[in-house]
């Protein structure tokens, strides 16, 4: 069993950044993949980003790429979200995942879930 709590949410204004973290304890955190999903209200949960177990790969939805990074310090057993220039779309709940294995960027793929962070991004 994996237990993941995700903090690091709230209100940020646009154009700005935000740091979330989803601290994991259990069993051989540093054995599971790694995911960020966020569900905006009344949109399906979808794929954010992703980190494998050993930090040498990384997946990013289009909509983050290039503004965003993901990473690990499996000493700590956390996971970090990393965001710039957010956007007004930007605004959701994000979940953190854990799946054994590789790395995916489908929900199913993913064992684990966190309660979830909300981030409110501004005007």
């Known amino acids: 069993q994996v237990q993941l709590v995700e903090s690091g949410g709230g209100l940020v204004q646009a154009g700005g950044s935000l740091r979330l973290s989803c601290a994991a304890s259990?069993?051989?955190?540093?054995?599971?993949?790694m995911g960020w999903f966020r569900q905006a209200p009344g949109k399906e949960r979808e794929f954010v980003m992703a980190i494998n177990w050993d930090n040498g790969h990384t997946l990013y939805a289009d909509s983050v790429k290039g503004r965003s990074s993901i990473s690990r310090d499996n000493v700590k057993n956390t996971v970090y979200l990393q965001m710039n220039s957010l956007k007004l779309e930007d605004t959701a709940v994000y979940f953190c995942?854990?799946?054994?294995?590789?790395?995916?960027?489908?929900?199913?793929?993913?064992?684990?879930w966190g309660q979830g962070t909300q981030v409110i991004v501004s005007s």
């Open positions: 259990g069993r051989s955190f540093n054995r599971y993949g």
């Open positions: 995942a854990a799946g054994a294995g590789g790395v995916g960027s489908t929900a199913d793929w993913y064992e684990y």
